[in-house]
């Protein structure tokens, strides 16, 4: 597994935007609009937008936004996605401790929301409980 610091959207976004799509979930579709009006590329200071590979094949993706809804230094994790084949294989909890260790450096806190109970569970664990 390779995970890299992105500052162009790989050519393999649409067969993940496809992917993400076809499980109801349109934040990929939405990555890519954004990227291409040059509304949201992920460069602000603190911000970074990660892709995860697996044997070359793009399989998650995963950025870093500052929160423009909180006074304190706050990041947001945004647009997280893994494929459903790379999902169980620890993909995502990697994708997220990067984009956490680089949340470190740059904000005091970082928030996310979720769509899904699965989403909730896996970022808060406490939840599934």
């Known amino acids: 597994m390779e995970i890299h610091l992105v500052t162009h959207l790989p050519p393999q976004?649409?067969?993940?935007?496809?992917?993400a799509v076809a499980e109801g979930f349109r934040f990929?579709?939405?990555l890519n609009s954004e990227w291409h009006s040059g509304s949201n590329r992920f460069d602000a200071p603190g911000e970074c937008l990660m892709a995860v590979y697996l044997n070359r094949q793009l399989v998650g993706?995963?950025?870093?936004?500052?929160d423009p809804f909180t006074q304190a230094p706050t990041g947001r994790l945004r647009r997280v996605y893994v494929t459903p084949a790379s999902r169980r294989q620890q993909v995502g909890r990697k994708l997220v401790g990067v984009l956490?260790?680089?949340?470190?450096l740059?904000?005091?806190t970082v928030g996310l929301h979720t769509d899904t109970a699965q989403g909730t569970a896996f970022t808060c664990p406490a939840a599934s409980r």
């Open 13 to 19: 976004i649409p067969a993940l935007e496809k992917e």
């Open 106 to 108: 740059h904000f005091e």
């Open 61 to 66: 993706i995963g950025g870093l936004s500052v």
């Open 28 to 30: 990929i579709t939405r």
């Open 100 to 104: 956490l260790s680089h949340a470190a």
